[in-house]
């Protein structure tokens, strides 16, 4: 009998009998009764009540029934790790929880489940991404001055290994004149014929500025009508997903990389990639993955895997917090119980409210965010006059509102509303910022 995937990995044999004792499933707690009301699903979280909840951006509290699901796996595992890891993982395809999360992932934004690499997090996801991809000397990597520390480390970690070449360049002249058009104008400008790929962030936790990704995906698209080589569009998504349409195949972009535990509320330690086909087919994988059974069987038979690399060659093995990963469909299931819609429209109501009001303030300089809801998403950021960002953010502090700046080198006030905050924390904090001398 030869070599099984599954021997490999566990190096042992179980009964049927045994086998039998775990089902493989994957841990869906039903939703509350009614996620009609705002309320209700504020009492979800498990949140401090004494505090003003605006950095939840930052990372998710886990709502009641991602916090159900954890604790049932939990169980699972510290009754019997070996079955339960061993049946969802490793014994068939038929059985693979890896698998089926992939499903529930592409289900949520609009995809194909053989698409989605699954991962830990936003920085993993752009690292596979940028690594991935088979670049050399020569070739450049177009990324703006705005996107985060881990977006810019992961193109230049890369270019340092493949030789290629990195560039930053700036998407509006001033704050007064942030523009959709003006935005793709400045990346149709710096686009040249040895650029292989363009960078960009969805939604800026600098400014809380939102990019048009359809917009820039359609300019790229119309560029590389006439080119040799086409240009490949990579979006760090992490701050758009679960604030706008979730179907983010239809943004254009031919990569897209999230965390999933910060506006969807999943399991900390959580997120994916997704990328169309022939990308993923002309990447190099950078982790043995422990979701392809391809592999493994390639492995055994001392021969490299035959075909062209797909997404589940991309995620990374080795153990982890499987409780955690494992309960990702409750919070997606979460998600369309309150219904994409309806998370959407409210923390564009709570965060244009907090936009209009600081602007009317005395001792505001400038609010950052645009107030076109088409330019803004679920955070605003500002500057007062007297104080610079972190003093701005400890006064706060004391008054029980939890603001944050902005990990920039010029740092920003920051405040997010999301579907826990209410229009009387909106109002509180505007009387609270009102009241900074």
């Given amino acids: 009998?030869?070599?099984?995937?599954?021997?490999?990995?566990?190096?042992?044999?179980?009964?049927?009998?045994?086998?039998?004792?775990?089902k493989p499933f994957l841990a869906k707690p039903a939703p509350p009764a009614d996620l009609r009301n705002w309320r209700v699903i504020r009492e979800q979280f498990d949140l401090d009540p004494n505090f003003v909840h605006l950095g939840m951006?930052?990372?998710?509290?886990?709502?009641?029934?991602?916090?159900?699901?954890?604790?049932?796996?939990?169980?699972?595992?510290?009754?019997?790790?070996?079955?339960?890891?061993?049946?969802?993982?490793?014994?068939?395809?038929?059985?693979?929880?890896?698998?089926?999360?992939?499903?529930?992932?592409?289900?949520?934004?609009?995809?194909?489940?053989?698409?989605?690499?699954?991962?830990?997090?936003?920085?993993?996801?752009?690292?596979?991404?940028?690594?991935?991809?088979?670049?050399?000397?020569?070739?450049?990597?177009?990324?703006?001055?705005?996107?985060?520390?881990?977006?810019?480390?992961?193109?230049?970690?890369?270019?340092?290994?493949?030789?290629?070449?990195?560039?930053?360049?700036?998407?509006?002249?001033?704050?007064?004149?942030?523009?959709?058009?003006?935005?793709?104008?400045?990346?149709?400008?710096?686009?040249?014929?040895?650029?292989?790929?363009?960078?960009?962030?969805?939604?800026?936790?600098?400014?809380?500025?939102?990019?048009?990704?359809?917009?820039?995906?359609?300019?790229?698209?119309?560029?590389?009508?006439?080119?040799?080589?086409?240009?490949?569009?990579?979006?760090?998504?992490?701050?758009?997903?679960?604030?706008?349409?979730?179907?983010?195949?239809?943004?254009?972009?031919?990569?897209?990389?999230?965390?999933?535990?910060?506006?969807?509320?999943?399991?900390?330690?959580t997120g994916f990639v997704w990328a169309k086909p022939d990308v993923w087919a002309s990447m190099r994988p950078l982790i043995p993955s422990f979701t392809s059974f391809e592999l493994f069987d390639a492995f055994n038979s001392g021969k490299p895997p035959a075909g062209t690399p797909r997404a589940n060659w991309f995620t990374p093995g080795g153990f982890q917090a499987f409780e955690h990963w494992w309960s990702i469909p409750a919070a997606l299931d979460f998600h369309y119980a309150i219904g994409s819609e309806r998370i959407t429209q409210r923390i564009h109501a709570l965060n244009q409210h907090m936009n209009v009001e600081l602007r009317k303030l005395p001792n505001v300089k400038i609010v950052y965010t645009p107030i076109d809801s088409q330019l803004s998403a679920g955070m605003v950021c500002f500057d007062m006059k007297n104080f610079d960002a972190q003093k701005t953010v400890s006064k706060l502090l004391e008054k029980k509102i939890i603001a944050s700046t902005t990990p920039y080198a010029v740092p920003f006030a920051r405040v997010a509303c999301g579907i826990m905050n209410t229009s009387d924390e909106v109002e509180r904090t505007v009387a609270a910022v009102r009241s900074l001398r």
């Fill in 1 to 22: 009998m030869p070599l099984s995937r599954r021997n490999f990995l566990v190096t042992g044999s179980l009964a049927a009998g045994a086998l039998a004792t775990v």
């Fill in 57 to 269: 951006f930052f990372l998710a509290s886990h709502p009641r029934p991602v916090r159900a699901a954890i604790e049932s796996y939990r169980k699972k595992l510290d009754a019997n790790p070996f079955l339960t890891v061993d049946r969802g993982m490793f014994e068939n395809p038929e059985h693979s929880i890896p698998e089926r999360i992939a499903g529930e992932i592409a289900k949520y934004i609009g995809a194909e489940a053989q698409d989605i690499a699954l991962t830990q997090n936003t920085t993993m996801g752009l690292s596979l991404v940028y690594h991935g991809l088979k670049l050399k000397a020569g070739d450049e990597i177009l990324t703006t001055n705005h996107d985060h520390y881990v977006h810019h480390e992961a193109i230049r970690l890369s270019t340092e290994r493949n030789g290629a070449s990195w560039r930053k360049i700036p998407l509006w002249e001033s704050w007064d004149n942030v523009t959709a058009g003006g935005i793709v104008d400045h990346i149709r400008r710096e686009i040249r014929p040895n650029t292989r790929v363009v960078g960009v962030t969805w939604v800026h936790s600098q400014s809380g500025i939102r990019l048009p990704i359809r917009m820039i995906a359609d300019m790229i698209a119309d560029m590389n009508r006439n080119r040799a080589q086409r240009v490949l569009l990579v979006v760090d998504g992490v701050h758009g997903l679960g604030v706008e349409d979730p179907t983010i195949v239809n943004l254009g972009a031919d990569a897209f990389a999230a965390g999933l535990h910060k506006w969807i509320f999943a399991p900390r330690g």
